[in-house]
């Protein structure tokens, strides 16, 4: 009753086809022409048998590339030295009154021939390097399916970023406020580039462990029922993001450890100039960290390629046509790019939320490197708890990812719910040191498994063999709307004055798509992806059978083909 899984030479067809990246049934197989639909893993063959070696490397990888360098130090760093650069703009002339004399007054630097209140220009920062990382992935993004590209995004944009935070060892007084801004926004369009892409390589190492090639297996000899593959295939997927997860969480007290033992050896608190030496010195040993943590993924990650670039193809644009095509499937995969559409919000409110409490919090702490440290190190712990519990929740009571899901995105609207309160008083809302410490110590239940579990449900929602074009996708709706919720607060922050009216507009951002992910279903989304693939292998064997003259088209036209079929 097995199934033939070889690869036939009807799949050769796909390279024709500027958007199939699949291994098409030959037509003599017994499911037939009209056979009912199945996805794409049930027609190719396993990747490579992933071992412990591997897996071991891959948690590795994310201990090291934990964000808390470009992420956390780089945008403190930048915060830090753009506040002691920033003066009062109702004492003339300006610039002769520091911020840190009145702090209950405003705070603006010169910008773009005028003054502008530096956490306007703090919030720009970040839409402007949300909207970088869009076009990266626009422009490379889909790539990584096709070849053996992916490893090296993955290799490149690291290896940039690792360059970048070292050059945060120059930028140390208020002056360099600018250099620090343009270095922050490199570091973390390079570093969520390298995150993501590592990010869309877990559902194929997932569906290469031993248990889901047996599961696979057992299925095609009819052992085990689709409902029970899927299953073991899902909670692996969960069971590597929530791992990877947790190791990353490792990663983060690690940097954090090693960071204080360099704060206290340069007594960052005796003045500000220590401290802002501190940030410098503590990104740094985030990077040594990643370097250390990075190298085993780059031995001992097996080779997983894919098809070649269609013919007539380049990668310079085919990466915004293969986006565009994903985008037109709609019609076909309307699971999938609804909880597109609901991550398109969520992750702009959940990123302008994070932002918006940082900058609260490093007022409250007088940027503190040392401080910030601490709120640092017990959000990492709170994570790592999180996800294990979660894990091991999901697991005892047999829970969907879905369910997981959302519980942690109710926690990330309870956050900026929580900020609206400080517009109308300074006794709660993010206005005191205490309020930090409880967001650091429930950072798990929320922002710590949003993020995991998010990535995990749309490996549920994906056609197979089509994990990176979707994932690039979802790094492209996530940073494509994040530029959103930063640009629009310093609008509400410049038109106020108060920067706690932000939070109003993150609460609908984080609303609206906790209530629409309610109405996303898997099962419906597996059928729609099963029949997506088998239009898709049905295309392929009708373009492989047509005249040897057909074969000779130009690739866009066949795709164009394609195209208006599916």
Known sequence: MARNLERTPVADQASKLAFTATAAPDPDDSLGGSAAPHDLDQYTRNGPPATRKEVLSYYAYFAGNNGIGAYQYANLLFQNLIYQAGFNPNVLPLGSSPCDVDPTAPCHVFWNGGTKAYTSVVLIGNGLGFLCQSIIFLTVGSLADYGNWNPWVVRVFSVLCMAFEFGMLGVTTASKWRVAMALYILSSVTWWASYVFFNAVFPKLAHDLPEVHKAKEDYLNGDITEEAYEYTRSIQRSRIMNISWAWNNIGFLICCALSLAALFGLHAEDSVENNNWGYSV???VCTGIWIVFAIPWFLFEKNRPGPPLPKGENYFTFGFKQTFFAIKQAWRLKQTFFYLVAYFLLADGVGTSLTLIAIAQSQA???SAT?????????????????????YIQIYFKLKT????????FGCVLYPLWGMIGIWTDRIGYHNVWEFWLVAALYGFAFGCQYSYGQAFMAELVPKGREFMFFSLLGIVSKGSAWIGPIVCSAITDRSGNQWHGFAFVVALTFVPFVMIFFISEEKSRKECAAYLAEEARVLRKVAHEPESVGSQKPHEDSGKMDKTL
Request: hydrophobic share 55%.
């Open 365 to 367: 702490v007088a940027f």
């Open 371 to 391: 401080k910030n440290t601490y709120f640092i190190m017990v959000q990492g712990a709170s994570a790592l708890l999180c996800v294990y519990l979660f894990y």
């Open 282 to 284: 503590s990104l740094a």
């Open 402 to 409: 879905k369910t997981m899901l959302q519980i942690a995105n």
